[in-house]
């Protein structure tokens, strides 16, 4: 049985690049102990488990011990699958890499099962293969240190590289993210907006654009989550004066044992309009499967035939929450919720990528059923828009655009995080009690419509959607938090 201190993932300062699927944030740390205040500590505690791997319940808060497995209902397990999942043999994942179960063969979990390398994912060199057109090139460090990723190979053909990449040439011959090339930070041009100039004497505004003596056109540097000007291999902006065509998005590594690492770059874009299919196909002239200006893809819709990741396209914001004196821009509108896509915590405290989902409630009388946005379904979906609770406490939850097909009440599901897209109808989550029981479609309740030792329910109960559950099913406390009234239908 593997020791404790090999599984667990050792506490991480300042939860800057967002914590680990099997951690948390302690806001308040602890002083005795020498943890500093927001550290990523283990969710299981803060020694983590005595043996084995700690992980969340899915689609709940709660996390417990997993003990890992060669075999699995009298199967003998592959390598890298280490746990029982619904009966079944199961690699482990989680969201920093940190834990991934399949990094002694070269390989990602993903689903149950160890898979190769993707493109800007950490492979090993003579190991597990790259999807087809790529090839393991060693990035960052030098032996016996080096950091190897799958990467478009471009040895024969400089012009081979997909949207958003430039050939980096030398020994490398590969394609790289363009952020990486030319101080490739996401900017925009300063407009004229009146005021006055140096000398004092008042500035047009007529639309026109700051310059340098020499006609150098004035640019600023912009956070993620903002339209951006277009580059060129060389650097050179193609775009015409203005705030720019391009997504101030992410582009990053995936790296086994540090986890994931994001950094900005000016992605161009494509014809797809808001809540329109996107998908994570970047190859040249793929224009109307990628997110016109302003747009970000969420990959809520599952996999390709392909093996891409598809979604749709929505609007794009600025996640952080905001502050005293500081408001998060691109906000959203009126009834919308800025949703931490990715999870992410940004270390500067500035901007986090997000889009705009229509916010909605379980219990509530008029926004308890989402409708479509354009021709995409969405379900209401009681988590929290932060990504810090996979369960809301009071109900509280986003429209979550629909994956291609949902399973009924009841039925297994293979999603259990929303934000890779609603599994489920309105009004349903998936998830399952125990890591050991599948997922499944299950319809949520109002804990506190319950009558208990013979009470009267709050008279709010008779009407209120989703308040009690279907003859024969029981409303149970999903959550052990003081307070939360979301329940599960069993």
């Known amino acids: 049985m593997a020791d404790a201190n090999d599984v667990n993932p050792a506490p991480i300062d300042a939860c800057s690049g967002g914590c680990a699927d099997n951690q948390v944030c302690d806001v308040d740390g602890d002083v005795d102990a020498g943890i500093a205040r927001r550290t990523c500590v283990s969710g299981c505690g803060l020694g983590g488990c005595d043996a084995g791997f700690c992980r969340r319940v899915p689609g709940t808060a709660n996390f417990q011990c997993v003990t890992p497995s060669n075999t699995c209902a009298g199967a003998a397990c592959g390598p890298g699958q280490q746990a029982c999942v619904a009966n079944e043999c199961s690699c482990l994942v989680s969201a920093r890499g940190t834990q991934d179960t399949c990094q002694g063969v070269g390989q990602w979990c993903r689903g149950k099962a160890c898979a190769s390398p993707a493109r800007y994912e950490e492979c090993t060199i003579g190991g597990a293969p790259c999807p087809t057109g790529e090839v393991c090139r060693n990035v960052f460090g030098s032996a016996p240190n080096q950091i190897a990723f799958c990467l478009k190979d471009c040895s024969a053909n400089q012009d081979a590289c997909d949207v958003g990449e430039n050939c980096a040439g030398g020994s490398l011959n590969a394609c790289l993210p363009s952020g990486l090339f030319n101080g490739g930070e996401c900017s925009q041009n300063i407009p004229l907006d009146g005021g006055f100039d140096d000398a004092g004497a008042p500035l ?22 903002n339209t951006c000007l277009v580059r060129n291999a060389m650097g050179a902006i193609v775009d015409t004066p203005g705030a720019g065509r391009g997504n101030c998005t992410y582009a990053g590594f995936r790296v086994w044992r540090f986890g994931f690492f994001p950094f900005d770059t000016c992605m161009p874009p494509g014809t797809a309009a808001l809540g329109q299919r996107c998908v994570r196909d970047l190859t040249v002239g793929n224009d109307a499967t990628r997110c016109a200006t302003g747009l970000e893809c969420a990959y809520t819709g599952g996999t390709t035939d392909a093996g891409f990741d598809e979604g749709i396209c929505l609007k794009a914001c600025n996640a952080n929450p905001s502050k005293p004196g500081f408001v998060s821009q691109p906000a959203c509108g009126t009834g919308e919720a800025c949703v931490n896509l990715y999870r992410y915590t940004d270390p500067d405290d500035n901007s986090v990528l ?9 219990f509530s009388a008029t926004t308890s059923t989402c409708g479509p946005l354009a021709s995409s379904p969405t379900s209401c979906v009681p988590a929290s828009a932060d990504g810090q609770l996979s369960l809301s406490l009071d109900g509280e939850g986003i429209c979550v655009p629909q994956q291609r097909t949902i399973a009924a009440t009841g039925a297994r599901c293979d999603q259990t995080d929303p934000f890779r897209g609603a599994a489920c109808g309105n009004a349903q989550v998936c998830s399952s009690n125990t890591l050991t029981d599948p997922a499944t479609c299950i319809q949520v309740c109002d804990t506190s419509c319950v009558g208990v030792d013979g009470g009267t329910p709050p008279a709010r109960c008779a009407t209120q959607p989703n308040a009690t559950c279907p003859s024969g099913r029981t409303c149970r406390r999903a959550s052990s938090t003081t307070g939360a009234t979301v329940g599960y239908c069993q």
Do not use: H, Q
């Not at 026109?208 to 912009?222: A, K, M, N, S, Y």
């Not at 997000?354 to 379980?362: I, P």
């Open 204 to 225: 047009p505004t007529d639309g026109g654009f700051r310059r340098f003596p020499d006609g150098g056109l004035i640019i600023r540097t912009v956070p993620v989550g």
């Open 354 to 362: 997000g889009v705009c989902m229509k916010k909605c409630n379980v």
